[in-house]
Antibody, heavy 120, light 106 residues
């Protein structure tokens, strides 16, 4: 079935970088944008950016521009989210999600299980 | 930047109708998506393109948009519908989530 499986929880020091993986299965990886969304403790959802796995094109939310890097490995059907310059307020659950339709931004219909990143 | 505003909470009795609003500038010109997030779980898509329901989502969930406000309606609310609900849209290719609404089934 269609699913996204993310890497495990990480603990980082302030100023460090983190990289979270998201392995896709059950669909053609290159056909659908992969989005990254985070949720800080007790707060709402925050969109971080998307990557087109086919061409590697990316689009980032302005507040993360310069700190976030989205990449992919098409041979492994895996997307990655890197975040640098970590601060305590980056402590959050980070989700990857597949877009609903091919080659566009229509909504996120399949979500990973989430990866907790703690900065302390 | 673009903002979507939702009421922090909505309470509803079992079997009754819950309505969750989502307000944003010229929202009628954009597609709105709705997500349900139960406690400790990943979000689930319940409505896309304003009023379309993915397969597997019960018919009691419906969406509509008028003017600057989108509305998610849950008819015949059940205990299992107790969750946080988020609206979402796109603004210059950037994703924007609403502030979220906690639905409590009393």
């Amino acid at each position: 079935q269609v699913q996204l499986v993310q890497s495990g929880a990480q603990v980082k020091k302030p100023g460090a970088s983190v990289k979270v993986s998201c392995k896709a299965s059950g669909f053609t990886f290159g056909d659908y944008y992969i989005h990254w969304v985070r949720q800080t403790p007790g707060q709402g959802l925050e969109w971080m950016g998307w990557i087109d796995p086919d061409y590697g094109d990316t689009n980032y939310a302005p507040r993360f521009q310069g700190r976030v890097t989205l990449t992919r490995d098409t041979s492994m059907n895996t997307a990655y989210m890197g975040l640098s310059g970590l601060r305590s307020d980056d402590t959050a659950v980070y989700y990857c999600a597949k877009d609903l339709r091919q080659k566009g931004m229509y909504g996120m219909d399949v979500w990973g299980q989430g990866t907790t990143v703690s900065v302390s | 930047s673009y903002e979507l505003t939702q009421p922090p909470s909505v309470s509803v009795s079992p079997g009754q109708t819950a309505r969750i609003s989502c307000s944003g500038n010229k929202l009628e010109d954009k597609y709105v998506t709705w997500y349900q997030q139960r406690s400790g779980q990943s979000p689930v898509l319940v409505i896309y393109q304003d009023d379309k329901r993915p397969s597997g989502i019960p018919e009691r969930f419906s969406g509509s948009t008028s003017g600057n406000t989108a509305t998610l309606t849950i008819r015949g609310t059940q205990a299992m519908d107790e969750a946080d609900y988020y609206c979402q849209t796109w603004f210059t290719s950037t994703g924007v989530f609403g502030t979220g609404t906690k639905v409590t089934v009393l």
